[in-house]
């Protein structure tokens, strides 16, 4: 499906400067007033948003076949594969959910409900697929997927693979691995030179932090303005503006950069030369003094601008998260012993990927 597969890398990037304008509104903090200005209610709503310690939060591609096509396939003549791939873009969405010490992920993909579930209740990882239904997606039939589980499954270790593809509830206990995972940390941090993030890494100080926040904020304030559009069911509607994407990115990169690149090979962002000269705007509803979705319209950055209809990638927030519960009649998984299995088996390959990034240019 390789023109599907470049369909969803060309969102990623083209969605990159407008992601970062959303994070930025997503992040910014303001003043309270007695009658709050449309840049000061979005900005206590995302600052409450960002504190909400229960919750769930969709991500979803909103928009018909022919406007995504247009927009993230330049409306080329799409093949009933390309049409199966955007079938899953358009109607499949991730749900993260939050609570109490728990959380969760639940995929839809396309009309495929639950096709893979996560969930983390009393220090236990529960994951569950629904592997035939997914393999009906991709075109594979059941005799392959049984001759792959068959010879998975046979390995030590791994016989749990084949009630995981009935669709059973595997788990794992998180308890155990804690001192396997400080070993790997620790293992892959002195491969690498101690660059990466983590226990004993490199994370900004709490001043430091409060800097790249003063940072973020003095581009957002010079940069975005916020109007108030008419309210709905979703809540009272603003959108924020930038003037020139290439001026915003341009303004906000060098801070990005101070943190992003301390990890090991991380990809160096595009210059700013490379950034369209162009309007940018980003939606955002505020509903009972929190954000409630968020909406990236698409079209608004095609070369030219498509007339397809609105294409958006959509984030709607609940305050409240769907029920956690650890599932029943789950299916146990040495985790620790799979981990130090694996870590075992590749050591010398995690030495020479350390020693590679330590001379990498």
């Given amino acids: 499906m390789s023109t599907a597969i470049a369909t969803l890398r060309d969102m990623f990037r083209r969605a990159l400067v407008p992601t970062v304008l959303a994070a930025l509104l997503l992040a910014g903090c303001g003043e309270s007033a007695e009658k709050l200005s449309p840049q000061e209610a979005v900005r206590e709503a995302a600052e409450t948003t960002a504190g909400l310690k229960e919750g769930s939060f969709k991500f979803s591609v909103v928009g018909s076949e022919e406007g995504i096509n247009a927009v993230f396939n330049e409306g080329a003549p799409l093949t009933e594969e390309d049409r199966e791939g955007l079938n899953l873009l358009r109607n499949g969405h991730i749900v993260f959910s939050t609570g109490n010490g728990k959380f969760g992920l639940d995929v839809k993909a396309g009309d495929l409900d639950h096709a893979f579930e996560l969930r983390y ?9 629904d592997v035939a239904g997914l393999g009906k997606l991709f075109d594979a039939t059941p005799q392959e997927i049984n001759q792959t589980v068959q010879a998975i499954s046979s ?17 794992a206990d998180f308890t155990a691995l804690k001192g396997t995972f400080d070993d790997l940390v620790k293992g892959l941090q002195e491969s690498t030179g101690g660059s990466l993030p983590g226990s004993g890494g490199t994370q900004p100080a ?38 020139s994407l290439r001026t915003f990115y341009s303004q906000l990169l060098p801070t ?14 595009p210059s700013a030369d490379l950034i369209p000269d162009k309007p940018g705007s980003v939606d955002v509803w505020v509903k009972d003094g ?14 030219p601008p498509s007339n397809a209809g609105r294409v958006a990638i959509r984030l709607d927030i609940n305050r409240e998260a769907p029920e956690l519960s650890a599932p029943t009649d789950a299916v146990t998984v040495d985790l620790a012993g799979i981990i130090r299995q694996f870590v075992g088996q590749f050591g010398q390959f995690f030495e020479g990927f350390g020693q590679g990034l330590s001379s990498y240019d």
């Fill in 121 to 129: 209740v009393d220090s236990k990882l529960y994951a569950r697929a």
């Fill in 155 to 171: 390995q030590p270790g791994l016989e749990f693979i084949a009630a995981a593809a009935a669709g059973k509830w595997i788990q």
């Fill in 206 to 243: 709490d001043n430091e932090a409060a800097a790249l926040r003063d940072a973020f904020d003095k581009v957002f304030n010079e940069n975005v303005a916020i109007e108030k559009l008419e309210s709905d069911s979703v809540g009272d509607h603003y959108v924020a503006k930038v003037t």
């Fill in 256 to 269: 990005i950069q101070q943190y992003v690149d301390r990890l090991p090979n991380a990809d160096q962002f």
């Fill in 290 to 303: 929190r954000l409630s979705r968020v909406e990236l319209d698409m079209a608004q950055f095609s070369e």
